[in-house]
């Protein structure tokens, strides 16, 4: 079965500093790679996503992932965080017949002043 | 704009009820699921759905069940809601194929608390 691990439960990092979210997923087929973002009393959000072609993809909000096969990886990075970044961030394989999503537990990033 | 949309954000029920959960879209997508999201957990499978009245179990189904009786509608059912159902529900769905480009929608989750 294919599985999400998200290496960090907590990132704390100060404003205008760069982070990285890291994400590993097991699988023994092609996937889908999806980073989704969950802010306070909402619901998710997709901040970005691999199909095919070019391995760095770029999202919104200044997000950006890089696939990276032979680590079977999908870190998320940002150079520049912003207190608004605060949020709960969750990494996604799609896998199999009828697109369902298999999550990772989550990384809550906490941005500090 | 596609519109996942879940009847009920905040219920408190009691132990042992029947609880409904409700999810609609209207986009006319043939895949929909319910995820339920825990602290430390993620969002995890409890059913999905690829056509009317056709289910299958995602990895934790038990003490739940679905109904799909029309294609926009995918409810969730708890038979007997016991307190370790006490969670946020969300609800998704998609159009499946390759025109789908893969976009999951969510719906804005449903808050149960069972006392």
């Known amino acids: 079965a294919q599985s999400v691990t998200q290496l960090d439960s907590q990132v704390p990092v100060f404003e205008e500093a760069p982070v990285e979210l890291r994400c590993n997923y097991s699988s023994s087929v092609s996937v889908y790679l999806f980073w989704y973002v969950q802010y306070p009393n909402q619901g998710l959000q997709l901040l970005l996503k691999?199909?095919?072609?070019?391995?760095l993809v770029k999202g919104i909000n200044g997000f950006e992932a890089e696939f990276n096969k032979s680590q079977t990886s999908f870190h998320l990075r940002k150079p520049s965080v912003h207190i608004s970044d605060t949020a709960e961030y969750f990494c996604a394989v799609s896998v199999g017949y009828g697109n369902k999503l298999v999550f990772g537990a989550g990384t809550i990033l906490r941005v500090k002043s | 704009d596609v519109k996942v949309t879940q009847s009920s954000r905040y219920l408190v029920k009691r132990t042992g009820e029947k609880v409904f959960l409700e999810c609609v879209q209207d986009m006319d997508h043939e895949n929909m699921f319910w995820y339920r999201q825990d602290p430390g957990l993620g969002l995890r499978l409890i059913y999905f759905?690829?056509?009317?009245?056709?289910?299958e179990k995602g990895d934790i189904p038990e003490g739940y069940s679905v109904s799909r009786e029309k294609k926009e509608r995918f409810s969730l059912i708890l038979e007997s809601a016991s307190t370790n159902q006490t969670s946020m529900y969300l609800c998704?769905?998609?159009?499946?194929?390759?025109?789908?480009?893969?976009?999951?929608?969510f719906g804005e989750g449903s808050w149960l608390t069972v006392v």
């Open positions: 691999y199909l095919s072609g070019s391995t």
């Open positions: 759905s690829y056509d009317v009245k056709m289910k």
């Open positions: 998704a769905s998609i159009l499946r194929g390759a025109l789908s480009g893969n976009t999951i929608y």
